[in-house]
């Protein structure tokens, strides 16, 4: 089954604690991109990645970072959590094509509900 | 900052009726427009993708782009109870070259 998966699905930390949420997707997508989706917000973007090696900030990168080192990875990393990073994050995939990722569905893994206290 | 905006609700409307929803962009040179649908908690998935501007049709789902006036809607015929859920705008390309989404409206279907 193609699919996006996230783990872990809940997680409860606290202030400076690392942690890292996973991602992987078995559709052979070059873009991936973390979201965090906070109520009255919508979506906002982190971090993307085009392709292995190849990662560059969103609209909210402060306080997160990323690597993809392979292609079906692309992990979200939080070196020191603070409260205001509590929020539900989703990784998502898409193909690219020429006129560049944006213009293909991206598909959404279930979602991390962080919370940190 | 290139912006979507959507009527945040929430839309009410009987079951069997008609759902309009919604969505202004700011980005001019935006190329790509997307309809997410979201049930509470759950993640967001593709409804309509639409990339020309006149009418696109999905079996009960229409999406309507007009780029003269960088508006995007959803129209929703013969709304179900199962229709109830946020719907999130998004549109793709322009300067940013990334998607940006909407906040999305939440729409309820009354029995």
């Known amino acids: 089954e193609a699919q996006v998966t996230q783990n872990p699905r809940y997680l409860i930390t606290v202030t400076g604690k690392k942690l890292t949420v996973t991602c992987s997707q078995n559709m052979n997508h070059e873009y991936m991109s973390w979201y965090r989706q906070d109520p009255g917000l919508g979506l906002r973007q982190i971090y993307y990645s085009m392709n292995v090696e190849v990662t560059d900030k969103g609209d909210v990168p402060e306080g997160y970072k990323v690597s993809r080192k392979e292609k079906r990875n692309f992990p979200l990393i939080l070196e020191s959590p603070s409260p205001n990073q509590t929020s539900l994050y989703f990784c998502?995939?898409?193909?690219?094509?020429?006129?560049?990722?944006?213009?293909?569905?991206?598909?959404f893994g279930p979602g991390t509900r962080l919370t940190v206290l | 900052q290139k912006e979507v905006e959507q009527n945040s609700g929430p839309l009410s409307v009987p079951e069997g009726a008609i759902a309009s929803l919604n969505c202004t962009y700011s980005?001019?040179?935006?190329?790509?427009f997307f309809w997410y649908r979201q049930y509470s908690g759950k993640s967001p998935e593709l409804i309509m993708s639409i990339y020309s501007n006149g009418d696109k049709e999905d079996g009960r789902f229409t999406a309507q782009l007009n780029k003269a006036s960088q508006y995007v809607s959803l129209l929703i015929r013969d709304s179900q109870p199962s229709d109830s859920a946020t719907y999130l705008c998004a549109a793709g390309g322009g300067s940013a070259r990334q998607l940006t989404f909407g906040s999305g409206t939440q729409l309820t279907v009354l029995p």
């Open positions: 980005d001019r040179g935006s190329q790509s």
């Open positions: 998502a995939s898409s193909l690219q094509s020429p006129r560049g990722a944006f213009y293909n569905e991206q598909f």
